[in-house]
């Protein structure tokens, strides 16, 4: 048990559709990043969010964005679905740098038809 | 441009041996190491990490090794136990500067232990 949730837990959804993902960190955790994992690969950084501002980005077009919330939660949108979107989305928390350990949640399962 | 790799797929090892699992990186700016478990299904969960400026770090069963000047560390687990079959990933990051959260990941390790 991380404390980190994440919802919903599966969804499926139409290519050219719009999807949001949600995220709740551990408590006192102000750092928020996104990754995404498709079978069989280790998961790639989509990008990061520190006190509700995007702080790094991976190599991800920005139909890929995100917020976070005053109480550290998050969301990630992903605009014009494609196929190749159908991933594991994993959402990590931990607090500030300086190598502290990062948590991740259970992964929003999302394929897209 | 595969930063981490694991060059490993899978390893089987028989219950009670030692399981060694390998991870090698090319970027010299990562300082600090990390080595997740996943099961099918779930999210990875954090095991074991060690700082750059180490060598070594242990944490009951399971040791991770770094080798700075090979750009190599491993993660020894013994004894192994049919519990730890699973995906290992090793991730690498910087504890430095806005991209602390940024890890990048190997493609993983099967595990499988034998009873």
């Known amino acids: 048990e991380t404390g980190v949730t994440q919802s919903p837990t599966h969804l499926i959804k139409t290519r050219g559709q719009q999807v949001t993902l949600r995220c709740s960190s551990q408590s006192g955790h102000n750092t928020v990043s996104w990754y995404q994992q498709a079978l069989g690969q280790g998961p790639q950084f989509i990008f990061q969010?520190?006190?509700?501002?995007?702080?790094g980005r991976g190599n991800f077009p920005p139909r890929f964005s995100g917020l976070q919330f005053p109480n550290y939660s998050s969301e990630l949108n992903v605009n014009a679905l494609e196929l190749d979107d159908s991933a594991l989305y994993l959402c990590?928390?931990?607090f500030g740098g300086g190598g502290n350990t990062i948590y991740f949640g259970e992964g929003s399962w999302l394929t897209v038809v | 441009d595969q930063q981490v790799k694991q060059n490993s797929p899978s390893l089987s090892v028989q219950e009670g041996r030692i399981s060694i699992l390998n991870c090698d990186y090319t970027n010299s700016m990562f300082d600090y190491f990390l080595w997740y478990k996943k099961y099918p299904a779930e999210g990875p969960t954090f095991l074991i990490s060690?700082?750059?400026?180490?060598d070594k770090n242990e944490d009951g069963r399971f040791t991770v090794f770094l080798n700075k000047s090979a750009k190599h560390l491993s993660l020894h687990i013994v004894p192994s136990q049919p519990g730890d079959s699973a995906v290992y990933f090793c991730a690498a990051g910087y504890t430095g500067g806005t991209s602390y959260g940024k890890l990048t990941f190997g493609q993983g390790t099967i595990l499988t232990v034998h009873p």
């Open positions: 060690i700082s750059s400026i180490k």
């Open positions: 969010y520190y006190r509700e501002e995007e702080n």
């Open positions: 990590a928390s931990s």
